[in-house]
DNA sequence: CGTGGATTTGAGCGTAATCAACGCAGGTGG
DNA sequence: CCACCTGCGTTGATTACGCTCAAATCCACG
């Protein structure tokens, strides 16, 4: 399991000299000249929200895309903070080091969501960044895209907006770790990506994890069994059926039901 | 206990009509007009790291100063998002609510921190925040904080790294329920509190927590039972001395030590 | 085909929750 | 002034949930 060895096995993959070489230099290099405004992803992305003028003007940035291999880091807790990343394709997982050498999963962030925003607060990244599974991103210069902020109020507000909305999801991923049983958690988290994929134009219903047990139970505060387990009981109590890492909910309201006995 | 009455008693307090109408009516009133420049916590509070003309240009920033109550609330979950709010003395808890009536505690504010950036997510605030004691606030209206920030590149980076130091904090919160027991929770948030007192130059070993021992538990997610045995276990152990509410740490290394088993 | 990683499941245990009783301080009213 | 009440904190006894340790299975991959 790669959170119980000190090997950068995942988190940095065969090629991490690679990887760092085409992050250094890379950036401008892209042979994609992406723009915004013709993304797919806008209505979920950084020009949610923004439109004629503002969505334009946004064309006007200047950022890389990149290929991103399953288990490489974007970033690493305590580099540099130079980028905001905005996911393409793919999943990620951000973490935090323990010092007994486990780590703390904060988040996971799927096409549209955005990467890096920690790094603001100290010029260094607070948190890393692994693909988990080949992904593909925008990087974004955070130098440039704060140019551009400052001859948009609206894309100023679309910034502090998207930033709020990570303070508001942490609020209640709080609330979750604060308050919540192991079933309640699990329920949660499930119906979170349950709601995502949707918002994606997937099934809300039927999907493929791309994080391990491990990485859900870190991220929900409980042991990679105790998930397992969890699975189990669902699956026993005709929520959902699960084989593996794939899920297919077959009693939503039945979830909501094990999920909102305390949320409001 | 506050939590578990459905009764508004400590979180609206006896003249919750007044707190509603002043907030209405008397942001523009206040006799005082306050300025940053020469606000005694602008090394702390919004003004952090901005000098010369920028510090100038935030004195340009019309704000209203108001006194909120012991168990008063400066704004409730579901208000409209109107104000960012500094403190200037006192200490606030900011709270969501869970369906069942009870409050789930997600951070304390003390002078020169900002509460209300939740907000801007949706437009509409997504805690409550109550005083613990008798406060003070600068409340500054968000529609012209911007419009200052776009006249200054300077002042709109500090605005986004106060957010990104929320979700930094978040981060480390999240690391602290999920993946802590008992007695490093309560270490990690007393070696918190105790780094805030001394930033603010009060006494970093002794100190009076103004929240109850529900309020600490529902922060670090545990019961309060929990929270006071621990207190006796570190008293025990020597750490520190407790008597209610007030708090002098005797063994600030021991403190740590009980602390960093896990975390970086 | 063998190996290693991920997942599931079981058994036993430990930490923190729950339930309960008590002490103390502050406020109220007779 | 004292009896009473209420809120808060402490402590004890018991319980339960999730953790730990362990073993088996499944699957991908070399």
């Given at each position: 399991?790669?959170?119980?060895?000190?090997?950068?096995?995942?988190?940095?993959?065969?090629?991490?000299?690679?990887?760092?070489?085409q992050r250094a230099v890379g950036d401008e290099s892209a042979a994609t000249r992406a723009?915004?405004?013709?993304?797919?992803?806008?209505?979920?992305?950084?020009?949610?929200?923004?439109?004629?003028?503002?969505l334009e003007r946004l064309d006007g940035l200047k950022f890389a895309r990149r290929r991103v291999k399953e288990g490489q880091a974007l970033y690493h807790e305590g580099d540099r903070f130079q980028f905001i990343y905005a996911v393409r394709s793919g999943t990620f997982k951000s973490t935090l080091n323990l010092r007994d050498g486990r780590e703390?999963?904060?988040?996971?962030?799927?096409?549209g969501e955005l990467l890096g925003l920690d790094g603001l607060a100290a010029g260094k990244h607070a948190s890393s960044?692994?693909?988990?599974?080949?992904?593909?991103?925008?990087?974004?210069?955070?130098a440039h895209l704060s140019e551009l902020a400052a001859t948009s109020a609206e894309l100023q507000h679309v910034i502090s907006r998207l930033?709020?909305?990570?303070?508001?999801?942490?609020?209640s991923l709080m609330m979750l770790l604060g308050s919540m049983n192991a079933e309640e958690r699990l329920a949660a988290f499930l119906l979170n990506i349950s709601q995502r994929m949707k918002a994606?134009?997937?099934s809300a219903s039927e999907f493929h994890l791309r994080m391990s047990r491990a990485e859900i139970g870190s991220y929900?505060?409980?042991?990679?069994?105790?998930?397992?387990?969890?699975?189990?009981?669902?699956?026993?109590?005709?929520?959902?059926e699960v084989d593996k890492k794939h899920v297919r909910i077959t009693d939503l309201p039945g979830l909501q039901r094990a999920f909102d006995l305390r949320v409001q």
């Open positions: 399991m790669q959170t119980a060895t000190p090997t950068p096995a995942t988190t940095a993959a065969p090629i991490r000299f690679f990887e760092r070489a723009l915004c405004s013709t993304c797919h992803l806008k209505d979920l992305c950084l020009p949610c929200g923004l439109n004629g003028v503002d703390q999963v904060t988040g996971f962030q799927m096409a960044a692994v693909a988990l599974e080949d992904a593909e991103i925008c990087a974004i210069p955070y930033m709020s909305r990570e303070i508001v999801r942490e609020h994606r134009g997937y929900l505060g409980m042991k990679l069994e105790t998930v397992s387990r969890t699975f189990s009981a669902f699956a026993q109590q005709r929520l959902l």
